[in-house]
């Protein structure tokens, strides 16, 4: 059976105004690097239009890196640790730097 990441990715916020009962939020399409434990980026995937990726790995610790070409938006890095047999669920949520 297959391991590896599966995620999310969303841009937030995407209007200065919050409006209640509404998302401020949208999904975001972005290229995310994988990372190994010596630093060597193993892996990179897009996200869809509905922010949504998947990567098939081997068990382990990774960084999951969210590339950006500029300053906004931006996302952290996540530690993530993939298990045998199973595909650990990851949200990256992008700074849009709107305020």
Request: hydrophobic fraction near 40%; charged fraction near 20%.
């Amino acid at each position: 059976m297959a391991s590896g990441i599966a995620g999310d990715v969303i841009l937030q916020p995407v209007s200065p105004i919050e409006r209640p009962g509404s998302s401020n939020s949208r999904p975001y399409q972005a290229m995310i690097g994988v990372v190994d434990n010596a630093g060597r980026i193993i892996a990179e995937v897009r996200s869809d239009a509905n922010g949504r990726f998947h990567i098939v790995l081997e068990p382990g610790t990774y960084v999951v890196r969210p590339e950006s070409a500029a300053i906004y938006p931006h996302a952290a890095a996540q530690t993530v640790t993939v298990a045998e047999g199973r595909f650990t669920r990851v949200c990256i949520v992008y700074d849009s730097g709107i305020r």
